[in-house]
């Protein structure tokens, strides 16, 4: 029998938020192990499918895939194999390799020490002969893996599928069900209700695990073992490798002053919880400061602590690091800490809105610490638990569910979503659903109707939330100590590495003023956005009402009007549907009335600070900067930005200025490394003002 052992020193967090700890979850689109679903339905269809016998002069890319191929038709046919021999040569490396049947050959004779009792275990083996042997050759420079000699004769009867699948072969408890089974058996379960709960949570009958009861009971003894040899030690490393983060931040510190971290310490005076941010991430906070992404989906293994990163997102949608927290556990105490320490690091001011995971514990702790920021759940986050929750108790229902659940999601109108919501839950039957309920008492804080008025800067979007969980894949794939880690985090985060904005032309679709003004104010992030709402705005008619207002709606859809409010004196515009004060993009409606009334360009209000292009974060280092070594910076700057507006206007303009500034930056170059060294060195450090 086969357990996988841990690949990674970290992994997402399973406990499910609903607080029952007999409830956990797995993600949806994480890459794990097979489910035993799965690997029914998987080993059904291939049971159905007509599977080719291996014969002499078969080709494979591989030894591995031979021996893959094999196992599948040893699986189907009644058996198991194993590796036999190989050989190596100098040139080749392995060039042969035998595969056998399970019961080939024979056990060797062993001798029983005297005046011991000693178990006499009958062999399985029994000089079957089934095999394939394989020879490696170099063809055109490519290696590939020939069959040479192939037999399916055994001597010995074949078994059935639902006898086959019990060789030690196939049976493998996957991590997953590892971590389940060590939980449940620190709860106190016996081996046997171990295994009835998870077929029970797996919704399989009795018997149809890949693995039988004493496999477990030999896994949860096996690692007790492991636990209490190497528990001294595990202890001994975490308090070693804590230290050694300490002294790493310490001396961060001492070469960089704009570098910052905390931490606290147990009644042993031990590292309990510590934080650390850049000067890169701090400046960065300065200027987009709005809304914080907060991650804390993943937990060490070797550590047995919990990680936490705060997250931003630039004028051009770039995901931005603001700093990062180890603790030792999930009390409100030290989420608390956590939240006070960034706050700290981040001058005292805090977000104005903070997304999340679903956690009930850390949406108390920001309900204390953060009372004037908003606590937005991520939906993304939702909808990656709602297979764990629902597949099993809907069974073929529940693509029909997350269909509705989805829909439910967009909806605009509070009033209708609780409408709805009661609608679905009675119809699918989860009037007792714990989730269900879990999800409902937090609707405020997730639901698009409940959140929809207040600024999230796009940060809600999938596209956003696929690129944290890129950043965090990045810093965990080494596996290695919290010294390696902290300076992998470091070079993950560094603004100096990060390939910036270049400047682009972005194509006008509509020939409106209002477009060609907005291409050379916003980023080409944020004016694709307005752009795609100026396209779109073109499919509404609207109607003006007596009280000055207008309903808009599309030209073919009857449902989905919207009211929008003009104020002509204040040039004020505000529209029910809110994308801008959920995006700080005017909409496709807004953007109608302003075109019926012959807006050329769209007042300064609508183009937030956070989304024009002189917000663009530049790297830089203000260790050592004077006042006055700015000046010249702050007119060269100028005269930048000037040049770029201007040449963005059109493609002409904006191919001219490159080639022509890349032929003068060029020539200043090269004249100034020929100039000869001064003595006076200038601090070449710049900060540029925000």
Same mark, same amino acid.
């Given at each position: %029998?086969?357990?996988?052992?841990?690949?990674?020193?970290?992994?997402?967090?399973?406990?499910?938020?609903?607080?029952?700890?007999?409830?956990?979850?797995?993600?949806?689109?994480?890459?794990?192990?097979?489910?035993?679903?799965?690997?029914?339905?998987?080993?059904?269809?291939?049971?159905?499918?007509? %599977?080719?016998?291996?014969?002499?002069?078969?080709?494979?890319?591989?030894?591995?895939?031979?021996?893959?191929?094999?196992?599948?038709?040893?699986?189907?046919?009644?058996?198991?194999?194993?590796?036999?021999?190989?050989?190596?040569?100098?040139?080749?490396?392995?060039?042969?390799?035998?595969?056998?049947?399970?019961?080939?050959?024979?056990?060797?004779?062993?001798?029983?020490?005297?005046?011991?009792?000693?178990?006499?275990?009958?062999?399985?083996?029994?000089?079957?002969?089934?095999?394939?042997?394989?020879?490696?050759?170099?063809?055109?420079?490519?290696?590939?893996?020939?069959?040479?000699?192939?037999?399916?004769?055994?001597?010995?009867? $074949?078994?059935?599928?639902?006898?086959?699948?019990?060789?030690?072969?196939?049976?493998?408890?996957?991590?997953?069900?590892?971590?389940?089974?060590? $939980?449940?058996?620190?709860?106190?379960?016996?081996?046997?209700?171990?295994?009835?709960?998870?077929? !029970?949570?797996?919704?399989?009958?009795?018997?149809?695990?890949?693995?039988?009861?004493?496999?477990?009971?030999?896994?949860?003894?096996?690692? @007790?073992?492991?636990?209490?040899?190497?528990?001294? $030690?595990?202890?001994?490393?975490?308090?070693?490798?804590?230290?050694?983060?300490? +002294?790493?931040?310490?001396?961060? @510190?001492?070469?960089? +002053?704009?570098?910052?971290?905390?931490?606290? *310490?147990?009644?042993?005076?031990?590292?309990?919880?510590?934080?650390?941010?850049?000067?890169?991430? *701090?400046?960065?906070?300065?200027?987009?400061?709005?809304?914080?992404?907060?991650?804390?989906?993943?937990?060490?293994?070797?550590?047995? !602590?919990?990680?936490?990163?705060?997250?931003?997102?630039?004028?051009?949608?770039?995901?931005?690091?603001?700093?990062?927290?180890?603790?030792?556990?999930?009390?409100?105490?030290?989420?608390?800490?956590?939240?006070?320490?960034?706050?700290?690091? %981040?001058?005292?001011?805090?977000?104005?809105?903070?997304?999340?995971?679903?956690?009930?514990?850390?949406?108390?702790?920001?309900?204390? +610490?953060?009372?004037?920021?908003?606590?937005?759940?991520?939906?993304?986050?939702?909808?990656?638990?709602?297979?764990?929750?629902?597949?099993?108790?809907?069974?073929?229902?529940?693509?029909?569910?997350?269909?509705?659940?989805?829909?439910?999601?967009?909806?605009?109108?509070?009033?209708?979503?609780?409408?709805?919501?009661?609608?679905?839950?009675?119809?699918?039957?989860?009037?007792?659903?714990?989730?269900?309920?879990?999800?409902?008492?937090?609707?405020?804080?997730?639901?698009?109707?409940?959140?929809?008025?207040?600024?999230?800067?796009?940060?809600?979007?999938?596209?956003?939330?696929?690129?944290?969980?890129?950043?965090?894949?990045?810093?965990?794939?080494?596996?290695?100590?919290?010294?390696?880690?902290? +300076?992998?985090?470091?070079?993950?985060?560094?603004?100096?590495?990060?390939?910036?904005?270049?400047?682009?032309?972005?194509?006008?679709?509509?020939?409106?003023?209002?477009?060609?003004?907005?291409?050379?104010?916003?980023?080409?992030?944020?004016?694709?956005?307005?752009?795609?709402?100026?396209?779109?705005?073109?499919?509404?008619?609207?109607?003006?009402?007596?009280?000055?207002?207008?309903?808009?709606?599309?030209?073919?859809?009857?449902?989905?009007?919207?009211?929008?409010?003009?104020?002509?004196?204040?040039?004020?515009?505000?529209?029910?549907?809110?994308?801008?004060?959920?995006?700080?993009?005017?909409?496709?409606?807004?953007?109608?009335?302003?075109?019926?009334?012959?807006?050329?360009?769209?007042?300064?209000?609508?183009?937030?600070?956070?989304?024009?292009?002189?917000?663009?974060?530049?790297?830089?280092?203000?260790?050592?900067?004077?006042?006055?070594?700015?000046?010249?910076?702050?007119?060269?700057?100028?005269?930048?930005?000037?040049?770029?507006?201007?040449?963005? !206007?059109?493609?002409?303009?904006?191919?001219?200025?490159?080639?022509?500034?890349?032929?003068?930056?060029?020539?200043?170059?090269?004249?100034?490394?020929?100039?000869?060294?001064?003595?006076?060195?200038?601090?070449?450090?710049?900060?540029?003002?925000?």
């Amino acid at each position: %029998m086969n357990s996988a052992a841990s690949k990674s020193i970290w992994y997402r967090r399973q406990q499910c938020p609903c607080g029952d700890w007999k409830c956990y979850i797995t993600h949806e689109g994480d890459v794990e192990e097979p489910s035993t679903a799965s690997q029914l339905a998987k080993y059904n269809t291939m049971s159905t499918e007509a %599977m080719v016998a291996p014969y002499v002069g078969m080709v494979f890319k591989s030894d591995e895939d031979a021996f893959e191929y094999y196992g599948n038709f040893a699986r189907k046919n009644g058996f198991s194999i194993r590796k036999e021999r190989s050989r190596l040569s100098p040139q080749l490396g392995v060039y042969k390799r035998d595969f056998v049947c399970y019961r080939s050959g024979f056990a060797p004779a062993r001798k029983k020490p005297t005046g011991e009792h000693h178990r006499d275990r009958k062999s399985v083996r029994c000089g079957c002969d089934a095999k394939m042997y394989l020879s490696k050759e170099v063809v055109d420079g490519v290696s590939q893996w020939f069959v040479v000699q192939f037999s399916n004769v055994h001597n010995h009867e $074949l078994l059935e599928d639902d006898q086959v699948r019990l060789l030690p072969a196939y049976r493998k408890i996957h991590e997953v069900d590892q971590e389940r089974i060590l $939980l449940l058996s620190r709860a106190g379960f016996p081996t046997h209700r171990i295994v009835k709960v998870l077929e !029970m949570e797996k919704g399989i009958q009795g018997g149809q695990l890949p693995f039988l009861e004493r496999d477990v009971r030999n896994f949860i003894q096996n690692r @007790k073992r492991v636990v209490q040899e190497n528990d001294a $030690l595990l202890s001994e490393k975490r308090e070693n490798d804590t230290t050694e983060l300490l +002294e790493a931040c310490k001396a961060t @510190k001492e070469a960089d +002053e704009n570098f910052v971290y905390d931490f606290t *310490v147990d009644e042993s005076d031990k590292v309990e919880n510590i934080a650390w941010s850049y000067g890169e991430s *701090v400046h960065a906070y300065n200027v987009f400061s709005d809304v914080v992404y907060f991650d804390t989906t993943y937990r060490s293994i070797t550590y047995g !602590m919990l990680f936490g990163a705060w997250f931003g997102i630039d004028n051009h949608g770039k995901t931005i690091f603001f700093g990062c927290v180890l603790l030792q556990d999930e009390t409100h105490r030290s989420v608390a800490w956590a939240l006070q320490t960034f706050v700290q690091f %981040m001058k005292g001011r805090p977000p104005q809105a903070i997304i999340t995971d679903l956690d009930p514990g850390l949406r108390d702790a920001i309900g204390s +610490e953060l009372p004037t920021t908003k606590h937005v759940i991520s939906v993304w986050n939702i909808l990656a638990k709602l297979s764990s929750w629902f597949s099993l108790p809907l069974g073929l229902q529940y693509v029909e569910f997350k269909s509705e659940f989805e829909a439910l999601y967009c909806l605009e109108v509070p009033d209708e979503f609780d409408l709805r919501w009661n609608e679905m839950v009675s119809r699918f039957g989860l009037n007792s659903d714990k989730h269900i309920a879990l999800l409902f008492s937090l609707r405020a804080s997730w639901a698009l109707a409940f959140i929809r008025g207040y600024f999230l800067a796009r940060m809600t979007t999938e596209l956003y939330a696929k690129s944290v969980d890129a950043f965090l894949k990045g810093i965990f794939n080494s596996q290695t100590c919290l010294r390696s880690f902290f +300076e992998q985090v470091g070079v993950s985060s560094n603004f100096q590495s990060h390939e910036f904005e270049e400047m682009q032309y972005v194509h006008s679709k509509t020939c409106i003023p209002i477009e060609e003004h907005a291409r050379s104010t916003l980023t080409s992030f944020a004016f694709r956005a307005l752009q795609h709402e100026v396209v779109l705005a073109m499919q509404y008619a609207a109607s003006e009402m007596s009280t000055g207002s207008y309903l808009v709606r599309h030209f073919s859809k009857m449902e989905g009007e919207r009211l929008v409010i003009w104020i002509p004196e204040e040039e004020q515009i505000h529209c029910s549907c809110k994308e801008f004060e959920f995006s700080g993009i005017l909409c496709r409606h807004a953007l109608r009335i302003l075109v019926m009334k012959n807006y050329f360009q769209l007042p300064e209000k609508y183009f937030l600070s956070r989304w024009r292009r002189e917000s663009t974060l530049i790297p830089y280092d203000d260790r050592n900067t004077q006042n006055g070594d700015d000046e010249w910076f702050q007119e060269f700057h100028s005269l930048t930005a000037t040049l770029f507006t201007e040449s963005s !206007m059109t493609k002409e303009r904006s191919d001219y200025v490159h080639r022509e500034l890349t032929k003068e930056i060029t020539r200043l170059l090269n004249e100034v490394r020929g100039m000869p060294p001064s003595e006076e060195v200038m601090d070449s450090t710049l900060s540029p003002t925000s």
